[in-house]
Nanobody
């Protein structure tokens, strides 16, 4: 069983920064890719960033150069450092792990970018 718990969401002004965390339970974390998604009100969930077990990363074009995904396998935690936040980054951010043909999700954390 895998459990994911996100934290770090907040209200922030445009141009500000936040760091989201996703803590995973279980022993499989270090051997699996982790992905951040987000869902804005009235919109479909969209891919944000992914990090493989080996540390390779890829990003959505909309966040490239502003967001950085990283992981700490000792703490079984994946992070999303978000800089230069824009109002269009407002969404619920969720982390995802795919394991044995099943998607695992956390409860999400709200990020609101507004002045």
């Amino acid at each position: 069983q895998v459990q994911l718990v996100e934290s770090g969401g907040d209200l922030v002004q445009p141009g500000g920064s936040l760091r989201l965390s996703c803590a995973a339970s279980g022993t499989i974390f270090s051997s699996h890719a982790m992905v951040w998604y987000r869902q804005a009100p009235g919109k479909q969930r969209e891919f944000v960033a992914r990090i493989t077990s080996g540390g390779s990363t890829n990003y959505a074009d909309s966040v490239k150069g502003r967001f950085t995904i990283s992981r700490d396998n000792a703490k079984t935690t994946v992070y999303l450092q978000m800089n230069g936040l824009k109002p269009e980054d407002t969404a619920v951010y969720s982390c995802n792990l795919f394991y044995r043909n099943r998607d695992y999700w956390g409860q999400g954390t709200q990020v609101t970018v507004s002045s």
